[in-house]
């Protein structure tokens, strides 16, 4: 593995408001990988959050990542309900570089390394890049691991709760939007069919929605052929016109551009931080489109992993909670209307309002 030599911009990290408790930014002993842990807040308690290994351009990106993620997974797991922190650890892997399976592994023992030094503040879990079986080997290092396989004892990996939850805040959108939350029929753009997406473009194609879908991965076509769902380019899907628009990808995809350009009702989907820009929400609420906040819409993979984690947890309690998230949203519709306010602001209230309880006299 040959890796380029980061260069000394700190360009990335311009914009982003730093409230964190903690930031750890290190090289990895046996990878080379520059990696880094955000602890955003343990205010309601430890920092839960996945660990990223993904291509940036340059270490700096995956900082700012890092801290942009880390300060979301506060407000998710605040929003959610849980007594968990928030945070977030991201791997910097340069561009065109592969991971052989043994360095794959060497990044997750030296993950491992960096969140034991932070004494118990952070948890990580499965996130983009990483699966269970990974989390099994950043175990061999800290127990600050969640979501490991059920071989290893864990309640494995989340997407399954993660996508119910994004499928219980569509049924929500749609009731906002038609006064009902029937899905036959109604016209559903999906961008992106990995372990969520396709998992949600499943459901609702069996629940009888009509699908457009698109994804980085053209080899997804055959994903889309055996859903009878419509292929786009990843470029046009957002020119779409239909019901709601679903990204289920990377963040930052909701730019000024895009949100001008969509020909959607509602916005709902399971990426994080779909906004380029917090200014996006107010320019989606001035085009009537209504925007179900992702970190609210998302937290079905952390209400699992925090809940089923529990000694002698009753997965059917688990799942009522990660349905209730869809309650959740329509509560948030209902404030920002009442208040006046667009959606973000809503969610973030009710966010502030656990923290600020929690906060110390």
Not at 22 to 48: D, F, K
Not at 300 to 308: H, M
């Amino acid at each position: 593995m040959t890796l380029t030599h980061p260069t000394t911009s700190l360009d990335a990290l311009i914009g982003i408001p730093f409230t964190h408790e903690r930031v750890l930014i290190t090289t990895g002993i046996r990878s080379g990988l520059v990696i880094t842990v955000a602890v955003h807040s343990t205010r309601l308690g430890q920092a839960l959050g996945g660990a990223r290994l993904w291509q940036y351009e340059n270490w700096t990106d995956a900082v700012a990542d890092a801290l942009r993620l880390s300060a979301a997974m506060t407000l998710k797991n605040a929003a959610a309900g849980l007594n968990l922190g928030g945070g977030k650890s991201v791997i910097h892997l340069p561009f065109d570089t592969e991971l052989s399976e043994a360095e794959r592994r060497d990044a997750m023992l030296d993950l491992g390394d960096a969140i034991e030094s932070l004494n118990g503040a952070y948890m990580t879990a499965e996130d983009v890049g990483t699966n269970a079986e990974l989390m099994a080997v950043v175990k061999e290092r800290t127990d600050h691991v969640c979501g490991l396989p059920a071989a290893s004892g864990g309640v494995g990996e989340p997407a399954d709760a993660t996508a119910a939850g994004v499928y219980a805040s569509v049924l929500a959108t749609l009731d906002a939007l038609f006064g009902s939350r029937e899905v036959s029929g109604r016209h559903i753009v999906i961008s992106g069919l990995g372990q969520v997406g396709g998992r949600l473009a499943t459901a609702l194609a069996t629940a009888g929605a009509r699908l457009t879908v698109s994804d980085v991965n053209l080899d997804k076509q055959q994903v889309a052929a055996g859903l009878g769902a419509a292929w786009v380019p990843v470029d046009e899907v957002h020119h779409v016109p239909a019901d709601l628009f679903v990204p289920c990808g990377l963040g930052g995809v909701l730019t000024a551009r895009v949100i001008g350009e969509l020909n959607v009702l509602g916005v709902v989907g399971a990426a994080n931080n779909q906004l380029a820009q917090p200014e996006g929400a107010a320019q989606l609420d001035a085009r009537g489109i209504l925007w179900a906040p992702d970190f609210v819409v998302n937290a079905g993979g952390v209400i699992y992993l925090a809940l089923a984690s529990e000694p002698n947890a009753d997965l059917a309690v688990v799942a009522e909670r990660v349905d209730a998230i869809g309650d959740v949203v329509a509560q948030i519709f209902t404030d920002a209307r009442e208040q006046g306010i667009t959606t973000l602001a809503a969610a973030e209230r009710l966010a502030a309002a656990r923290l600020d309880a929690a906060r110390p006299e």
